[in-house]
């Protein structure tokens, strides 16, 4: 599915239709449907916060006019928390995850894909200020930031 031509603007059923197929791919050939098993905030899946980031992100960039980059931002996106574990387990291995997520989720989406450097720095930075070095990438600022929203939501609507 590619973006919508000519620099307009997508539908919001023309974004649903890209992220899902981004998606699709990324649970065809990696192990995305794994991180429906592991909680992220309150009731909210890995998988399904993923996917709220990716939709926003789209949404937000568009906003800004930055659409040059739509497919390393989603999968960008769909991969920032892609470290296939459950960090509400007691385990010496998920302490300090916030700090350490963001490598393990790299390493994961490594091993599965072929990422290019945008997607690796929106995956290593989307945990911007708690890990002290910042994105250096516009599409890593949008992730960041939406990520932040994203979670407010998720634990709020508790």
């Known amino acids: 599915m590619l973006p919508a031509k000519g620099g307009r603007k997508m539908t919001k059923a023309e974004r649903k239709r890209f992220v899902a197929g981004a998606l699709r791919k990324l649970c065809r050939e990696g192990r995305m449907n794994e991180s429906r098993a592991f909680c992220q905030h309150g009731n909210t899946s890995v998988y399904w916060h993923s996917i709220r980031v990716a939709y926003y992100s789209l949404c937000l960039a568009e906003f800004l006019h930055l659409t040059r980059h739509k497919e390393e931002l989603i999968y960008g996106a769909l991969l920032h928390d892609y470290f296939l574990y459950d960090w509400h387990e007691k385990d010496k291995s998920h302490r300090l995850h916030g700090f350490h997520h963001p490598r393990t989720a790299l390493k994961n989406a490594s091993e ?29 600022w949008i992730v960041c930031l939406v990520d932040k929203g994203c979670s407010i939501y998720e634990i709020i609507r508790l």
Request: proline share 14%.
């Open 112 to 140: 599965d894909f072929t990422l290019g450097e945008l997607e690796k720095n929106i995956i290593l930075r989307h945990m911007f200020p708690l890990i002290p070095v910042p994105p250096t990438r516009m599409e890593s």
